[in-house]
T-cell receptor, first 110, second 115 residues
Framework: GIQVEQSPPDLILQEGANSTLRCNFSDSVNNLQWFHQNPWGQLINLFY???GTKQNGRLSATTVATERYSLLYISSSQTTDSGVYFC????????????FGKGTRLSVIA | DTGVSQDPRHKITKRGQNVTFRCDPISEHNRLYWYRQTLGQGPEFLTY????????KSRLLSDRFSAERPKGSFSTLEIQRTEQGDSAMYLC?????????????FGPGTRLTVL
C-alpha cells in the first residue's frame, strides 16, 4: 500500500522563527491533507492540497504531485502552533480512507 | 454545522468489559470513518461507511470489534472483551461523496484506557 513519510520527526523552534515540514508519499495521490493535532487530540484541518500552493495566514502548503512530496511552511511561529502536524493521503480514489504519516512534533518556545 | 461529535470523550474500563462509542457526523455527510491512534503514531484506518453500508473493515478490526451505522446518520463502535492493547484514541471522521475528492473532518476523539 501507499507509504507516507514525514520529516523531521521532532522540531523545536524559538517563537518567531520559520519552519518547513516535509511529507513524502510513495505513489500518485488524488487527495492530500495537512492536519494539526492539538494537545487534546483534536485533528484540525489545515489544507486540502492534492497539488499546487495554498496559503492561510502564517501557514502555506505546496504539493508537487509529480515528485510525490508536499511541504508545510509555518512563518513567524507562535507557542500556539505547538502540537503534532500530520500529512495524510487518500489510499484510493474518491473519498476512501486516509493513510497518515507518523507526524512532526513541533514545540515552539517563548 | 456543528462539526463531528463523539461521545464519550474519555472512557476507563477494566479488561474484559465491553465498551461502546458513538459518533455523530456532519449532517450532510454520507461517508463516515473510524480510525485508531496509539501514542506516537498517526491515526490508522479501522472501517468506513457510505450511508448505512459498511464498505470496508481493516485487518486491525478483530472480531471483538463491531461498527454500525443503522440509519445512515450516527455510528457506534463496540469493543467486546476489552484488552489492554485496545487502549488508544478512537477517532471518527466524515465526508461527502457529492464531491469526488472531499476533505475528511475529524471529531475530538474518544480516549480509551483499559486497566
Amino acid at each position: 500500500g501507499i507509504q507516507v513519510e514525514q520529516s523531521p520527526p521532532d522540531l523545536i523552534l524559538q517563537e518567531g522563527a520559520n519552519s518547513t515540514l516535509r511529507c513524502n508519499f510513495s505513489d500518485s495521490v488524488n487527495n492530500l491533507q495537512w492536519f494539526h493535532q492539538n494537545p487534546w487530540g483534536q485533528l484540525i484541518n489545515l489544507f486540502y492540497i492534492p497539488s499546487g500552493t495554498k496559503q492561510n495566514g502564517r501557514l502555506s502548503a505546496t504539493t508537487v504531485a509529480t515528485e510525490r512530496y508536499s511541504l508545510l511552511y509555518i512563518s513567524s511561529s507562535q507557542t500556539t502552533d505547538s502540537g503534532v502536524y500530520f500529512c495524510a493521503v487518500e489510499r484510493d480514489s474518491g473519498n476512501t480512507p486516509l493513510v497518515f504519516g507518523k507526524g512532526t512534533r513541533l514545540s515552539v518556545i517563548a | 454545522d456543528t462539526g463531528v461529535s463523539q461521545d464519550p470523550r474519555h472512557k476507563i474500563t477494566k479488561r474484559g468489559q465491553n465498551v461502546t462509542f458513538r459518533c455523530d457526523p456532519i449532517s450532510e455527510h454520507n461517508r463516515l470513518y473510524w480510525y485508531r491512534q496509539t501514542l506516537g503514531q498517526g491515526p490508522e484506518f479501522l472501517t468506513y461507511f457510505q450511508n448505512e453500508a459498511q464498505l470496508e473493515k481493516s485487518r486491525l478490526l478483530s472480531d471483538r470489534f463491531s461498527a454500525e451505522r443503522p440509519k445512515g446518520s450516527f455510528s457506534t463502535l463496540e469493543i467486546q472483551r476489552t484488552e489492554q492493547g485496545d487502549s488508544a484514541m478512537y477517532l471518527c471522521a466524515s465526508s461527502s461523496d457529492r464531491v469526488f475528492y472531499d476533505t475528511q473532518y475529524f471529531g475530538p476523539g474518544t480516549r480509551l484506557t483499559v486497566l
